[in-house]
């Protein structure tokens, strides 16, 4: 049987007992494509990836994509729904094979008020939530797309093993995706990822993208917003 002890979010919350509520949570296996939440659902259930991989996006009803987030193995979403009972406000939709914890909206709440661990920490999710939406927010109001291309591909990039200072996106982002993540179009990001290699800032290798030179794009990104202020 699967453990909720095996979840991030309820590691380590000695001051509640999981063995009740775990007979109350439903474990499910998803295929990569699958819709788990669509917009404007009604569900307020909570779910919590075991494994797999999930993107978080709103499509607008012209069609376009609006990427959110993309989460990860240890993740979990749907807790707005959960803690005031409206409906979905984006679609969440399996980007690899995945395994879910299904937690329902009342045993959620009910695990959340009883523990002033989890309520600590559900607490802080969404403080950093918030503080990453006005992030992105800014971004979005003051810089152009070159300078929002910048911050996303660092937000996305880790450390290169044995090659600091740079980082790498890996697997590398299709072009559509990357649009979806800045608000733009695909051939832009197709242009200014070509000026970006010809700067010699970026290169592509066959597993990722490598930001040869960050603290360069981190320099430009806080130009551009102190010319924007």
Same mark, same amino acid.
Request: positive net charge; hydrophobic residues 45%; charged residues 30%.
């Given at each position: 049987?699967?453990?909720?002890?095996?979840? /991030?979010?309820?590691?380590?919350?000695? !001051?509640?007992?999981?063995?009740? *509520?775990?007979?109350?949570?439903?474990?499910?296996?998803?295929?990569?494509g699958q819709i788990l939440?669509? *917009?404007?659902?009604?569900?307020? !259930?909570?779910?919590?990836?075991?494994?797999?991989?999930?993107? &978080?996006? &709103?499509?607008?009803?012209? =069609?376009?994509?609006?990427?959110?987030?993309?989460?990860?193995? %240890?993740?979990?979403? %749907?807790?707005?729904?959960? #803690?005031? =009972?409206? @409906?979905?406000?984006?679609?969440?939709?399996?980007?690899? $094979?995945?395994? #879910?914890?299904?937690?329902?909206?009342?045993? *959620?709440?009910?695990?959340?008020?009883?523990?002033?661990?989890?309520?600590?920490?559900?607490?802080?999710?969404?403080?950093?939530?918030? $503080?990453?939406?006005?992030?992105?927010?800014?971004?979005?109001?003051?810089? !152009? #797309?070159?300078?929002?291309?910048?911050?996303?591909?660092? $937000?996305?990039?880790?450390?290169? @093993?044995?090659?600091? /200072?740079?980082?790498?996106?890996?697997? /590398? @982002?299709?072009?559509?995706?990357?649009?979806?993540?800045?608000?733009?179009?695909?051939?832009?990001?197709?242009?200014?990822?070509?000026?970006?290699?010809?700067?010699?800032?970026?290169?592509?290798?066959?597993?990722?993208?490598?930001?040869?030179?960050?603290?360069?794009?981190?320099?430009?990104?806080?130009?551009?917003?102190?010319?924007? =202020?």
């Open positions: 049987m699967q453990s909720l002890a095996t979840i /991030p979010f309820f590691k380590a919350a000695a !001051d509640l007992d999981l063995k009740p *509520f775990e007979r109350r949570c439903i474990w499910k296996r998803v295929e990569e939440v669509d *917009f404007e659902d009604v569900s307020s !259930d909570v779910y919590f990836l075991a494994s797999g991989d999930v993107r &978080i996006q &709103i499509r607008t009803a012209g =069609g376009k994509e609006v990427i959110l987030a993309d989460m990860r193995g %240890g993740d979990f979403f %749907g807790e707005l729904a959960a #803690i005031d =009972g409206t @409906p979905r406000s984006a679609n969440v939709t399996a980007l690899t $094979r995945a395994e #879910i914890c299904i937690v329902s909206a009342g045993v *959620f709440r009910e695990m959340v008020l009883a523990s002033k661990v989890l309520s600590e920490r559900l607490l802080r999710l969404l403080a950093s939530r918030v $503080r990453d939406l006005n992030t992105r927010l800014l971004e979005h109001t003051v810089l !152009d #797309i070159r300078h929002r291309l910048y911050a996303e591909l660092l $937000r996305l990039s880790a450390p290169r @093993p044995h090659a600091a /200072p740079a980082r790498v996106v890996s697997p /590398p @982002p299709v072009h559509h995706v990357l649009a979806a993540r800045v608000g733009c179009r695909r051939e832009q990001i197709t242009r200014e990822l070509g000026a970006m290699k010809a700067e010699n800032l970026l290169e592509r290798t066959r597993g990722a993208l490598v930001l040869l030179d960050p603290e360069t794009l981190r320099q430009r990104i806080a130009q551009a917003m102190r010319e924007a =202020g």
